[in-house]
Nanobody
Framework: QTHLVESGGDSVQAGGSLNLSCVAS?????MSWFRQAPGKVREGVAV????????EYAASVKGRFTIPRDKAKNMVYLQMTLLRVDDSAMYYC????????????????????WGRGTQVTVSS
């Protein structure tokens, strides 16, 4: 079973930047970031594939967020810039049970293991 721990959540002003970190207990073929605001569904934000380092992003964060990885440390990061109030959410990292879903990565049901979340609050 893969254990995940995320950190780095904070309160920031709109237009600011914030970096989140997630460490896994072992190798995973891919890792992702999701977010969930109160009353909203959990949505995929970014994913990175361990094999070739390829990454993908939700349309709402393209050009603002990046998902660097450190394979040696089993870590991924979420670098966020130009933050908006509607970026406020609980942010989770996730890993699959075995294989990665390329076409359905933004669906929470594609992921088996989750961290407990870190809160990001953006104020205007």
């Amino acid at each position: 079973q893969t254990h995940l721990v995320e950190s780095g959540g904070d309160s920031v002003q709109a237009g600011g930047s914030l970096n989140l970190s997630c460490v896994a207990s072992g190798y995973t073929p891919c890792m992702s970031w999701f977010r969930q605001a109160p009353g909203k569904v959990r949505e995929g934000v970014a994913v990175v594939y361990s094999g070739d380092g390829r990454s993908e992003y939700a349309a709402s964060v393209k050009g603002r967020f990046t998902i660097p990885r450190d394979k040696a440390k089993n870590m991924v990061y979420l670098q966020m810039t130009l933050l908006r109030v509607d970026d406020s959410a609980m942010y989770y990292c996730a890993a699959p049970r075995s294989v990665c879903s390329v076409s359905h990565w933004r669906q929470a049901r594609s992921w088996a293991y989750w961290g407990r979340g870190t809160q990001v609050t953006v104020s205007s």
